[in-house]
C-alpha cells in the first residue's frame, strides 16, 4: 500500500452550491466503549474498501489502514483508517470509514483551504474537530450514531495562518467574512457527505458541523 504526502493545492474557485444530502445526530461527551475492541486477523478488503483505498492512494493522502474492529452493542468498525497527512494537520481523528475518510480530505483539500485563502485572505494551517469514532446512541434515540461505526466526523474550529481562529460557534453569526466563509464550505460539505447538520439544526449543533456518510439525506 503506498503512503504519500500532499502537496501545496492552489487555490480554485468555489461554488455555492443547494444543500442535497444529509441525516440526523447529535453529540455527546466522548466515553469509553463498555467492551474492549475486538480485532480480527487482517482480511481483504471488500472491493468498495479497495477502490476507495486507491482513491487515497491516487490523491497521494497518508493514512493507516486498520483492521475490523468489535466493539460491542452494535458498533462495528469495517473498511476503516487512520489519516495522517492531508496537508493540513486536523486534531482528534482517530478511526474514519474509508468513504467517509476520502471525502473528508476531499473536503478539506479543494473547498475548506481555498476558500480560506479567497474569503479571509490567509492560508488554513489547522483544523479542529470533536473526533469521530465514539461508540454511542444518537442522543434520545435507541438508534446507533454514525459515530459509533466511525462514519462521522464534528469539525469545530478552522486556525489560519495569520492567527485567527474562525470556529463554528463564534463565527456563524460572526463578522461577514467569517459567515461567508463558514456558509461556503458548509455548502460543499452538503454535497460531498450524506449528512452535514450545523448551528441551523439545533443547538445542539450550535458549535461544530457534525459530517457523516450514513442516515437519511439533510442538509441544515
Known amino acids: 500500500m503506498r503512503n504519500g504526502r500532499i502537496g501545496l493545492v492552489a487555490a ?3 461554488l455555492l452550491s443547494a444543500c442535497l444530502f444529509g441525516g440526523g445526530d447529535r453529540p455527546e461527551p466522548r ?13 481483504r478488503p471488500s472491493a468498495e474498501t ?10 497521494s493522502v497518508e493514512y493507516r489502514a486498520l483492521p475490523r474492529q468489535d466493539f460491542g452493542g452494535g458498533c462495528v468498525v469495517v473498511g476503516a483508517v487512520q489519516l495522517l497527512d492531508i496537508g ?19 473536503w478539506v ?3 475548506v483551504a481555498p476558500a480560506a485563502r479567497q474569503v479571509m485572505g490567509s492560508d488554513l494551517v489547522r483544523i479542529e474537530s470533536y473526533g469521530t469514532f465514539n461508540c454511542r446512541p444518537i ?9 459509533g461505526r466511525a462514519n462521522a466526523v464534528d469539525v469545530a474550529t478552522f486556525v489560519l495562518a495569520d492567527g485567527r481562529r474562525v470556529s463554528v460557534l463564534g463565527g456563524w453569526r460572526g463578522d461577514s467574512d467569517e459567515r461567508r466563509f463558514l456558509r461556503v464550505i458548509f455548502q460543499s460539505a452538503c454535497k460531498r457527505f ?7 439544526y ?19
Open 31 to 43: 466515553r469509553t466503549a463498555t467492551k474492549s475492541a475486538t480485532a480480527r486477523a487482517p482480511a
Open 194 to 200: 450524506t449528512t452535514a447538520l450545523g448551528p441551523e
Open 109 to 111: 483539500r479543494f473547498a
Open 139 to 147: 442522543a434520545g434515540s435507541g438508534r446507533l450514531s454514525e459515530h
Open 50 to 59: 479497495r477502490q476507495c483505498l486507491a482513491e487515497l492512494d491516487r490523491y
Open 12 to 14: 480554485a474557485p468555489l
Open 88 to 106: 493540513v494537520p486536523v486534531s482528534g481523528l482517530t478511526s474514519m470509514r474509508c468513504p467517509l475518510a476520502r471525502n473528508f480530505s476531499n
Open 202 to 220: 439545533n443547538r445542539a449543533h450550535a458549535n461544530h458541523f457534525h459530517l457523516d456518510m450514513g442516515g437519511r439525506p439533510l442538509c441544515r
